[in-house]
């Protein structure tokens, strides 16, 4: 058991220096069960994405929430690229990479990993306000 917000202040603190700008909603004093050293990686890979690929002077927002019995785990922000239209699902396949990809296509196909080795799923969308959601869940 730990608890949810510690690990993500220590994720933001890590990419605070590359990215100044993060808005974080975590339930204060959230504890889950589960491996914390996977989500931390999970986490990061996200963040790590949303990094590369958003715009440097929007914010990239961490979102924790539980509901129906799972716990969800969102990284939003907006892109320099134009993916919003893609079929977003698909970047979470092994070796898939997006325009101007930087990467091999494998970080988020960790996420997808570590999010069904414990039950759950992956996230993919795009708002209507034109920013993109990657993340997980997992159950409660």
Do not use: W
């Not at 914390?36 to 440097?56: Q, R, V």
């Not at 079929?87 to 979470?92: C, G, H, I, T, V």
């Amino acid at each position: 058991n730990f608890y949810v917000e510690e690990m993500i202040s220590n994720l933001v603190d890590k990419f605070f220096l590359q990215h100044e700008r993060f808005d974080v909603d975590v339930p204060h004093g959230m504890i889950i069960n589960a491996d914390k050293n996977m989500l931390n990686h999970a986490l990061t890979n996200l963040l790590d994405n949303a990094f590369k690929y958003s715009m440097s002077d929007t914010a990239i927002c961490v979102l924790v929430r539980r509901e129906d019995r799972r716990v969800y785990f969102s990284v939003v922000s907006d892109t320099k690229s134009d993916i919003r239209d893609l079929e977003l699902e698909k970047f979470f396949d092994r070796f898939h990479t997006g325009p101007e990809s930087e990467g091999a296509g494998i970080g988020l196909y960790i996420v997808k990993i570590i999010a069904e080795a414990h039950g759950g799923g992956v996230i993919a969308r795009s708002t209507d306000d034109g920013k993109v959601v990657f993340g997980f869940t997992i159950p409660e």
